[in-house]
């Protein structure tokens, strides 16, 4: 920090991205993106035409995709809102709903973004412990009276819980919001987002990275009761109004135009977490269920984060948190089959030199 630097940014630890090597030398398992590309349909969508256009602003309402998401979740328009990935999603409703009259409820082993928005915009927040097992009891938070923020399904764990639980959470926690981030939600979950139209309370968080592979531009979008729209939008315009650039709003366009395209590619990925969880099993890895495209695993003869660091070095990145509850084990991404086989090798040497 620098002498100029605000004092209240003093306790301020900043959110830790996972690496992105810019070689391209590795087997990339360790973000959770699409190892296929965006479609054909999109890559003709960020033409030489759009490009042309760069020299004036986008919509600022994003009005075409707005209506298009809103079609294909049946909801209106005035239940979406569009971010420049859902990371500032997650920033503009921590500064739209939590203060220190109303604190911010999250799982103690989740997505590490939570924890840094709550102290970056100083916000009290409790870290609820999972189960031994890495489930989350949804009684812990009903009733709660706090603001409430649960990835479903989690991350970095892969496990789910059931949409009803999801409603006694929301019904019971009236006057706050409870913010559902459905990252990974269409790979094999059930999305609660029927749920706005019943309780306006409810912030359901989707994103354009992981299924629909568009990581890089930033894309993502929440669906809520209009009021709870109306509050983002608020914190939007007065943060950045032309938060999508016109690029992503025309590759997320064209993304919707092909979603069989990301379907087949959701379904290769369900294959390959499937196969890749049996391969380890036979290794004598414990793998948590995973409705994700990644799995949480342990290794059984080497520590997680030296099970890491010798996959690094063999070209294979993964994923690993030094935090005591969680250091046996590695997050995986799923990729094509042909990187699970390449990692799996990689594992084999692994167990062999570890003897
Ligand atoms: C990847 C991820 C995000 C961030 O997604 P972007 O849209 O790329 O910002 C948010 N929440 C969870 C749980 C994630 O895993």
């Known amino acids: 920090m620098s002498r100029y630097m605000s004092a209240r940014f ?7 991205p ?7 030398q590795y087997v990339k398992l360790n973000t959770n993106e699409s190892p296929f590309p965006p479609s054909p349909q999109v890559l003709e969508a960020v033409n030489a035409a759009q490009t042309a256009r760069l020299n004036l602003y986008p919509d600022p309402e994003g009005k075409v995709l707005r209506a298009r998401l809103a079609a294909m979740y049946e909801v209106k328009p005035e239940n979406v809102f569009l971010a420049n990935g859902s990371d500032e999603l997650l920033s503009f409703a921590f500064m739209a709903f939590c203060d220190e009259e109303r604190p911010v409820a999250f799982p103690n082993i989740s997505y590490g973004f939570y924890p840094v928005y709550a102290s970056l915009y100083q916000v009290p927040s409790t870290e609820i412990p999972l189960k031994e097992d890495f489930s989350l009891d949804p009684g812990d938070y009903c009733g709660l009276n706090q603001n409430i923020v649960i990835a479903n399904p989690n991350a970095p764990t892969g496990r789910a819980i059931s949409v009803a639980d999801i409603e006694e959470i929301v019904r019971t926690n009236p006057d706050h919001v409870v913010l559902i981030d459905e990252a990974y939600i ?7 987002l029927p749920l706005i139209r019943k309780y306006d309370n409810l912030l359901v968080c989707q994103t354009f990275s992981k299924f629909r592979s568009l990581a890089g531009g930033r894309l993502g979008f929440a669906l809520a009761s209009p009021g709870l729209i109306a509050d983002l939008d608020k914190i939007k315009y007065s943060t950045n ?3 999508i650039n016109r690029l992503t709003m025309a590759a997320a366009i064209a993304t919707l135009d092909s979603n069989d395209y990301y379907v087949e590619n959701g379904k290769k990925i369900q294959e390959n977490r499937a196969w890749t969880t049996a391969e380890l099993a036979k290794l004598g890895f414990e793998t948590l269920p995973s409705l994700t495209n990644f799995i949480f695993t342990r290794c059984p003869q080497v520590e997680g984060g030296t099970f890491y660091q010798r996959l690094k070095s063999k070209g294979v990145l993964v994923r690993h948190w030094n935090k005591p509850e969680i250091a046996d084990w590695c997050r995986v991404t799923i ?11 990689k594992v084999r040497e692994i167990l062999k030199e570890a003897g």
């Open 241 to 243: 109004s032309y938060n």
């Open 18 to 24: 996972g690496e992105q090597p810019q070689d391209m």
């Open 186 to 192: 269409d790979f094999g979950g059930e999305s609660c």
């Open 10 to 16: 003093d306790g301020l630890e900043a959110y830790v």
């Open 335 to 345: 990729g094509t089959r042909e990187q699970m086989e390449f990692f799996l090798d």
